[in-house]
């Protein structure tokens, strides 16, 4: 099995999660900006090269490692649903790195961006970004979104609140 080594930002603004989904594949569920470290390249340094990629946003924040995740990919999504072909998830096991960035204020509350350039090879990819609550009832359930996307958010949940009672 291929090994994947992966970095994705759960960003912040309260308790509204920045994540994604794309227009053109509607079935794949929310996703949070991230992807392929290359090789050589830190986790922390390849979570802020695809987030920018990704994004079309430039970050000058501390990006904190908050959980990890080991994941054969052939299981993700069920069997029948899933295609390889290009611009889909690359087949292996991913290991993860999941960094939580928080905002002050939201840089915008819903854009398009094309990811140009993705790591499966294919045509550009449409993104379109918005905003959902961490606490609402679309973020709390983990179907919502594509490839164990939703399974760090009670971490997150957990992190937000403890920030939020420090502060």
Known sequence: MR???KAYVYLTCGTDLLVFDEPDTPHLGLQVPGGTIDPGESFLHGAMREFAEETGLELDVAFDHF???????????????????PNRP???????RNYH???GARPKSEWEH?????SSG???IRYRFFWVDLFGER???EENFFAAF????????????HLANAA
Not at 68 to 85: C, H, K, L, M, W
Not at 114 to 118: G, K, R, V
């Open 101 to 103: 960035v928080r905002l």
């Open 114 to 118: 094309y990811e140009m350039h993705p």
């Open 122 to 124: 294919g045509e550009p």
């Open 67 to 85: 959980s990890s995740q080991d994941i054969p990919f052939e299981t993700i999504p069920p069997v029948g649903q899933y295609r390889p072909a």
């Open 150 to 161: 939703g399974a760090p958010l009670d971490a997150l949940r957990k992190r937000v609140t």
């Open 3 to 5: 090994v994947y080594h």
């Open 90 to 96: 690359l087949l292996g096991r991913h290991i993860r």
């Open 139 to 141: 973020a709390s359930d």
